[in-house]
């Protein structure tokens, strides 16, 4: 039996399911608190128990989420019993090394990339995936497995790729890299375990700094990268463009995407096609029918009124899924809900989260999410500090779906990597009435 203590993390909860679907026996504990990763670990009969130390029982194997140090009593439990102990990256790379493993790391875009790889490849090969978003699932019999691989901590060291994708590199989780160098340098090491190529974005500026033996082949709008799209429109229908490589046309390309942002997410999809071999016609076929990743600009019409949730918290996530709402929606007014993600990520980017948030007609902003860190450690660090250089915004708390009924016939766009379905619902129950 493995158990993971913390199963409703996102990654966690698509490790449980893949895991079950390869057979081993699994069950897990968490907060009772609801959670969006949740229903597919229901759908499989996956336990999930809330946290006791008597969940833990000899014989078991346990798989500890990373927001639980050794004084957690499941945690000291398992420690008093001498079970075995794997972190989440462990057990991943310890899962993925029977497959063709296409790895996606990337400051931004990672999980859009997954889940777009995930359905193409599946559509025509057939593959496993475990994507952040809570999604995973794995056959037996799968050649290839696509895995998001997170750069926190370098977590993403523990993985065999034979891709090894990049989407882009930039400076984030500001409580563990010290600088951009450092970073780059957790890139170069990702890179470097490589067995076939890197895929890597030619557009980013850092990913050219990357000192790397396994052959590398850039993608971009730039002439000078080895996958190149072009002839690029962005329509309210979505984004259409030609893609070449290595000065060979390998495709037409008409997809309901929108934004410079998801455009390059797709052309790191194709450019692995293309090297897999896959047919361009058939590759465009199957990306048509590509949904989105869950929380990844997914929309709620209620009437002329959309509303759009999105895991975007680093200012260029915001600033671009902005953008790609203007594409979609260019005569619409567009409002931001967002709720910042940690105070170190605060302190650091609320100039920069401003100023993205200007680029939207007017802004509501939300408490911190401390997640892993305590308000104690950054006593002057509060959503104030963005609020206050908001063009047009003010605070809003999880009750206040009444302040948002006032921009009814707009496009309300919801960001974070929380969970905001509360406020959302209750806006949702307003306008339906």
Do not use: W
């Amino acid at each position: 039996m493995y158990h993971f203590i913390g199963i409703k993390g996102s990654g966690m909860s698509a490790l449980a399911q893949i895991m079950n679907e390869l057979g081993y026996e699994v069950q897990g504990s968490d907060v009772e608190e609801t959670f969006f990763t949740e229903q597919g670990l229901h759908d499989l009969g996956i336990p999930v128990l809330p946290f006791d130390e008597n969940n833990i029982k000899e014989g078991m194997k346990i798989i500890r989420g990373a927001s639980f140090g050794d004084e957690h009593p499941e945690v000291a439990k398992a420690l008093s019993l001498e079970l075995p102990i794997y972190t989440y990256s462990e057990m991943v790379g310890h899962l993925t090394q029977k497959f063709k493993t296409i790895c996606v790391a990337g400051c931004h875009g990672k999980t859009t990339t997954s889940s777009m790889l995930a359905h193409v490849f599946n559509e025509l090969k057939g593959a496993n995936y475990l994507i952040g978003d809570g999604t995973g699932y794995a056959g037996i019999d799968n050649e290839y497995f696509v895995l998001e691989s997170c750069e926190y901590r370098r977590h993403f060291l523990a993985y065999t790729p034979e891709y090894a994708i990049i989407t882009n590199i930039d400076m984030d989780h500001v409580d563990y890299f010290k600088d951009i160098n450092d970073v780059i340098d957790a890139y170069q090491s990702y890179a470097n375990k490589a067995e076939k190529m890197i895929i890597a974005c030619g557009d980013d500026p850092y990913t050219h700094l990357l000192e790397v033996n396994p052959p590398i082949f850039f993608y971009g709008l730039d002439d000078d990268n080895d996958i190149i799209a072009s002839n690029v429109e962005y329509k309210e229908t979505g984004t259409s463009f030609e893609v070449t490589v290595e000065g060979n046309y390998y495709g037409f390309f008409d997809l309901p995407i929108y934004g410079k942002h998801m455009l390059m997410d797709a052309l790191a999809t194709i450019a692995t096609c293309y090297y897999e071999r896959l047919e361009a016609k058939e590759v465009a076929k199957v990306f048509k029918t590509f949904e989105g990743a869950k929380r990844r600009f997914s929309e709620t019409v209620i009437e002329d009124t959309i509303i759009i949730d999105d895991y975007a918290h680093h200012p260029n996530e915001v600033k671009a899924t902005i953008k790609a709402v203007k594409q979609k929606y260019p005569n619409k007014k567009i409002v931001t809900v967002f709720q910042p993600h940690t105070f170190s990520r605060t302190q650091e980017f609320a100039e920069d989260l401003a100023n993205a948030m200007n680029h939207a007609d007017y802004s509501y902003v939300m408490k911190i999410h401390p997640a892993r860190e305590k308000q104690e450690d950054f006593p002057e660090v509060t959503s104030e500090l963005i609020i206050g250089r908001l063009n047009h915004g003010e605070p809003i708390s999880m009750e206040d779906a009444k302040m948002l009924g006032k921009h009814k016939g707009s496009v309300i766009l919801f960001m974070s990597p929380n969970d905001l379905s509360k406020l959302e619902d209750s806006l949702i129950e307003l306008l339906s009435q």
